[in-house]
């Protein structure tokens, strides 16, 4: 039998897309915007590499694809944007979110991606099966949409209490894991550990907040949904933001805080983030040293830059390709430091103020309290009880005018 002749891009976005990457890898993905870009074939060829990628029934694969599909919208020219709106791209989308046995969040992810290429690509008519086959996916999907507010609330007593009793459970769990002995290696024996299943077949499906969850134990949400206020004092967010959480506000309703900005938001539009393990925090030093151990490569590949001449053919320079593609591979990793510490400054910042709030509130207290002479410390007319003032330091006087009271050292 005769093999079909394979698509010159097959290899390449099989290698971007492939189903054991733990995340996005952008040397392997810009590889792909490079070579769609620099190829007169390339956008056609590339669009169908990534059509038969879809058709691939890892969940994990098909997310990838939609990643590597948006890397090529937004690094490459109206080619790919044709490519990309055709009608056998659109086609194989909405076949995808369609189809019974495909995962909810690669429907939510071809959602929102065909939401972001109508807009991006709404000032082309030519580009409009795009928004047609939007708008027919919204239709024939209602339940990707965003919920619907739930109504405001006032907490009550019970539920005050509930959240008081969910604190304290929290915190004496918290106080027996710290006792609790540790095995081998740091770990706690009572602790399960890694499971060896396999993880990466089907993402974690994100579950919203369920109605009547406290504020007491959670510390962090992510959202799960854009989120524009409709009212005074609501906070504003976009799907995939980290929420600060600061309180219950009314049933079903919290406050938290996001990039300096504090209000209230729904529950069903956000899912909780746990603490951050001892494991993700060295990963994250890890990362942060990996990026600041290229700064000395970045700084050389500028200098070998500014020093070449304009005929010298960067392809052939070996040095030059070898520490731009090693300095490459740093750049999301430098963008997602860029995000987490804008976030960390907006958070410490909003923590200053409040400190400095509850400064002058105490301060306030406090001198007002020293303003205003304590309770009992002077003696009540015509009493020598030692309930309150000095006491009688001899006896007192046989007679006493009207209005006037004892002195421990009369005059005269």
Same mark, same amino acid.
């Given at each position: 039998?005769?093999?079909?002749?394979?698509?010159?891009f097959?290899?390449?976005?099989?290698k971007?897309?492939?189903?054991?990457?733990?995340?996005?890898?952008?040397e392997?993905?810009?590889?792909?915007?490079?070579?769609?870009n620099?190829?007169?074939?390339g956008?056609?060829?590339?669009?169908g590499a990534?059509?038969?990628?879809l058709?691939?029934?890892?969940?994990?694969v098909?997310?990838?694809?939609?990643?590597?599909a948006?890397?090529?919208?937004?690094?490459? %020219?109206?080619?790919v944007?044709?490519e990309?709106?055709?009608?056998s791209f659109?086609?194989?989308?909405?076949r995808?979110? %369609?189809?019974?046995?495909?995962h909810?969040?690669?429907?939510a992810?071809?959602?929102?991606?065909?939401a972001?290429?109508?807009?991006?690509?709404?000032k082309?008519p030519?580009l409009?099966i795009?928004?047609?086959?939007?708008?027919k996916?919204?239709?024939?999907n209602?339940?990707?949409?965003?919920?619907?507010?739930p109504?405001?609330?006032?907490i009550?007593?019970?539920?005050?209490?509930k959240?008081?009793e969910?604190?304290?459970?929290?915190?004496?769990?918290s106080?027996?894991s710290?006792?609790?002995?540790?095995?081998?290696?740091?770990?706690?024996?009572?602790?399960?550990?890694?499971?060896t299943?396999?993880t990466?077949?089907?993402?974690?499906?994100?579950?919203?907040?369920?109605? %009547?969850?406290?504020?007491?134990?959670?510390?962090?949400v992510?959202?799960?949904f854009?989120?524009?206020?409709?009212e005074?004092?609501?906070?504003?967010?976009?799907?995939?933001?980290i929420?600060a959480?600061?309180?219950?506000?009314?049933?079903d309703?919290?406050?938290?805080?996001?990039?300096?900005?504090?209000g209230?938001?729904?529950?069903?539009?956000?899912e909780?983030?746990s603490?951050?393990t001892?494991e993700?925090? $060295?990963r994250?030093? $890890?990362m942060?040293?990996?990026?600041?151990?290229?700064?000395?490569?970045?700084?050389?590949?500028?200098?070998?830059?500014?020093?070449?001449s304009?005929?010298?053919n960067?392809?052939d320079?070996?040095?030059?390709?070898?520490l731009?593609?090693?300095?490459?591979?740093?750049r999301?990793?430098?963008?997602e430091?860029?995000g987490?510490?804008s976030?960390?400054?907006?958070?410490?910042t909003?923590?200053?103020?409040?400190?400095?709030?509850?400064r002058?509130?105490?301060?306030?207290?406090?001198?007002?309290s020293m303003?205003?002479?304590p309770?009992?410390q002077y003696?009540?007319?015509?009493?020598?009880?030692?309930?309150?003032?000095?006491p009688?330091?001899?006896?007192?006087?046989? $007679? $006493?005018?009207?209005?006037?009271?004892y002195?421990?050292?009369?005059?005269?």
């Amino acid at each position: 039998m005769f093999r079909a002749q394979q698509n010159a891009f097959d290899e390449a976005v099989a290698k971007a897309t492939d189903e054991n990457l733990t995340s996005e890898n952008w040397e392997y993905i810009l590889d792909v915007c490079d070579r769609a870009n620099s190829q007169d074939s390339g956008p056609k060829e590339v669009v169908g590499a990534l059509i038969k990628r879809l058709a691939h029934r890892n969940a994990n694969v098909q997310l990838y694809t939609l990643e590597l599909a948006n890397s090529l919208a937004q690094n490459c %020219g109206i080619q790919v944007h044709r490519e990309l709106a055709s009608r056998s791209f659109t086609d194989a989308m909405l076949r995808l979110a %369609g189809d019974r046995t495909t995962h909810q969040q690669v429907k939510a992810k071809i959602l929102e991606r065909m939401a972001e290429w109508t807009e991006m690509f709404a000032k082309d008519p030519d580009l409009g099966i795009m928004e047609g086959a939007y708008m027919k996916l919204k239709t024939q999907n209602p339940n990707l949409q965003p919920p619907s507010k739930p109504v405001k609330r006032e907490i009550t007593d019970i539920d005050r209490r509930k959240e008081e009793e969910e604190l304290q459970m929290a915190l004496e769990l918290s106080v027996k894991s710290q006792q609790q002995p540790q095995g081998p290696g740091g770990q706690s024996q009572s602790s399960a550990g890694p499971s060896t299943a396999a993880t990466n077949q089907q993402p974690a499906q994100p579950q919203a907040v369920p109605s %009547g969850t406290t504020a007491a134990t959670v510390s962090r949400v992510r959202a799960l949904f854009d989120f524009q206020p409709s009212e005074p004092g609501e906070l504003q967010f976009k799907k995939g933001d980290i929420i600060a959480v600061l309180e219950s506000v009314y049933k079903d309703w919290w406050k938290g805080s996001l990039r300096g900005q504090t209000g209230i938001f729904p529950l069903n539009y956000v899912e909780k983030l746990s603490d951050p393990t001892i494991e993700e925090l $060295q990963r994250e030093a $890890q990362m942060e040293a990996e990026v600041f151990g290229e700064i000395k490569n970045v700084e050389k590949l500028l200098t070998l830059l500014s020093t070449s001449s304009s005929d010298t053919n960067v392809k052939d320079n070996e040095e030059i390709t070898t520490l731009y593609h090693s300095t490459l591979a740093i750049r999301p990793k430098l963008i997602e430091l860029i995000g987490k510490y804008s976030q960390r400054k907006d958070d410490f910042t909003q923590l200053n103020e409040k400190f400095i709030k509850a400064r002058r509130d105490y301060e306030a207290l406090l001198e007002a309290s020293m303003s205003q002479p304590p309770a009992g410390q002077y003696a009540r007319p015509g009493g020598y009880g030692y309930g309150g003032g000095y006491p009688p330091q001899g006896p007192p006087p046989q $007679q $006493q005018a009207p209005g006037r009271y004892y002195s421990p050292n009369p005059q005269g």
